[in-house]
Every structure is written in structure tokens, then in C-alpha cells.
């Protein structure tokens, strides 16, 4: 089953990896090309992104690419799996509900 994204979760997706990509630039991690490289490929890969499970895997492969992403896979890993687990403790909630 897929636990799908809403728009205020791709926001808060954009503005952590955006503070990171800040970091990014401010220590010098990456270069003018590698800069718009990333750039396209978070737009990209977050707009196109449907479920949790998809961001998390983009997470975990930008982050062993570019390690300041660290922090984001970490923050918005736990909240993404924190979303998915009230999602699945709703469900459940309204199928005792349905049964009782």
C-alpha cells in the first residue's frame, strides 16, 4: 500500500533539503555545476514523487552521494515514517469502528 504526499509534505520536503543545500554552498561542498545539477534534481525528483516510500528513497541515494544531506534523511525520514504510522493507526481506528 502506498502512503501518498501532500502538498504541505512537499513543502516541508523542499525547505529542509533547501537549508541543506545552503549548507552545501556556504562550506563549499559543491561547485557551480554540481550546484544546479542538485538543484534540478530535487525539483525534479520531489515534484514527481507520489508516496513516502519514494521520498525516502531519494533521500537515502542523495544523501550517500552528497553527505550535508545527512541531516534531511534523518529529519524528514523520521517524520515521513511518523506520517505513515498515523495513517495506518487511522485506518485501523476506523476499521474497529466499522466492525463494532
Do not use: P, W
Not at 515534484?47 to 541515494?61: M, R, Y
Request: net charge positive.
Amino acid at each position: 500500500m502506498q502512503y501518498l504526499l501532500n502538498n504541505d509534505d512537499k513543502k516541508r520536503i523542499y525547505d529542509v533539503l533547501a537549508d541543506c543545500f545552503i549548507v552545501g554552498l556556504k562550506n563549499n561542498y559543491i561547485g557551480s555545476f554540481e550546484q544546479k545539477h542538485i538543484a534540478k534534481t530535487i525539483l525534479k525528483e520531489v515534484e514527481q514523487a507520489k508516496s513516502i516510500d519514494e521520498v525516502i528513497i531519494f533521500l537515502e541515494t542523495l544523501s550517500k552521494k552528497y553527505s550535508f544531506f545527512n541531516t534531511a534523511l534523518i529529519t524528514l525520514k523520521s517524520d515521513l515514517i511518523k506520517k505513515k504510522e498515523e495513517i495506518i493507526i487511522n485506518k485501523l481506528e476506523q476499521y474497529i469502528k466499522k466492525i463494532n
